[in-house]
């Protein structure tokens, strides 16, 4: 498994994993346009000032995608995804641990952070796996539900 900077080929079969504004909400997080297309897809992620990378097999299939940034002096993951034909196999915990040393090394950070929603118990779980704790954060979280994990 590699990162791989996302093609445009990458970023269509993400979008076929969200058949609903609710699933892309969950996701993304808020501003972000639905229906999308190409377009505005790409142009929400801000891969402008975000680090986006595809995690590719050996074979070339698309397993994940995920982004980082400075955040609060941490190396902070956003809009993770596993392709839903390849959940259940660790491939989260690939892109988290492949994503986080690269972000800690070019950002000159120790530390990682994220943002989980509290009824998505699966991902709790396997952040806290990979040594994620709970925090506080220093400011309101704009979204209801919304829990700040980080790994020291």
Not at 53 to 62: R, T
Request: charged share 20%; glycine share 6%; net charge negative.
């Amino acid at each position: 498994m590699r990162l791989t900077q996302p093609s445009d080929e990458n970023f269509i079969e993400i979008m076929s994993w969200f058949s609903t504004e609710e699933e892309l909400s969950i996701w993304s997080g808020p501003n972000f346009r639905y229906p999308f297309d190409l377009s505005s897809f790409k142009s929400d992620l801000k891969l402008d000032s975000l680090k986006s990378f595809s995690l590719v097999s050996v074979e070339g299939n698309l397993l994940a995608f995920g982004q980082y940034y400075l955040r609060l002096d941490k190396c902070h993951l956003g809009r993770l995804i596993v392709n839903p034909n390849f959940r259940g196999q660790g491939i989260a915990s690939h892109l988290i641990q492949k994503l986080g040393v690269l972000g800690k090394t070019e950002l000159k950070t120790d530390s990682c952070s994220l943002f989980v929603l509290g009824h998505n118990k699966s991902a709790i779980q396997a952040y806290t796996k990979l040594g994620f704790s709970m925090a506080d954060y220093p400011d309101e979280i704009p979204l209801e539900d919304c829990l700040y994990m980080v790994k020291v």
